[in-house]
C-alpha cells in the first residue's frame, strides 16, 4: 500500500519560508500528486498540484506567487517551497494523489506562522 510521509515544517515568522517534503513508499511517477493544508477545524484543501512528469502545476490563488511544488520521481518525492508565509498559512501540510486522495493520509507536517 502506498504511503506518504511529510516532513519539514516548523514554526516561522510571517513573511518567512520553509520547505517542506513528501516522501512515498512507492513509485509514484504516474499519479499526479497534490499538496494539501488542513487549517485547525476544517477538512484538508488542495493548495498545490503537479502532474506526472513535472511540466504541469496549479496553485490556488491564495498561494500563487508564493509556493512552488516540484517533484523528483526517481527519489519517489514531491516538495513544497513556501515563501512569504502568512499566518492563514498556518495548518498541517499533507501530500495525496490529485484529483481524488487515497483514503489513508500520512501523519502530516505542522507548520505554523506566528510571531
Known amino acids: 500500500q502506498l504511503r506518504f510521509v511529510e516532513s519539514g515544517g516548523g514554526l516561522v515568522q510571517p513573511g518567512g519560508s520553509l520547505r517542506i517534503s513528501c516522501a512515498a513508499s512507492q513509485n509514484i511517477e504516474n499519479l499526479d500528486i497534490g499538496w494539501y493544508h488542513q487549517a485547525p477545524g476544517k477538512q484538508p484543501d488542495m493548495v498545490a498540484r503537479?502532474?506526472?512528469?513535472?511540466?504541469?502545476?496549479y496553485y490556488v490563488d491564495s498561494v500563487k506567487g508564493r509556493f512552488a511544488i516540484s517533484r523528483d520521481n526517481t527519489k519517489r518525492t514531491v516538495e513544497l517551497q513556501m515563501n512569504q508565509l502568512q499566518p492563514e498559512d498556518t495548518g498541517v501540510y499533507y501530500c495525496n494523489r490529485q484529483p481524488v486522495p487515497f483514503r489513508s493520509w500520512g501523519q502530516g507536517t505542522q507548520v505554523t506562522v506566528s510571531s
Open positions: 503537479i502532474s506526472t512528469g513535472g511540466r504541469s502545476t
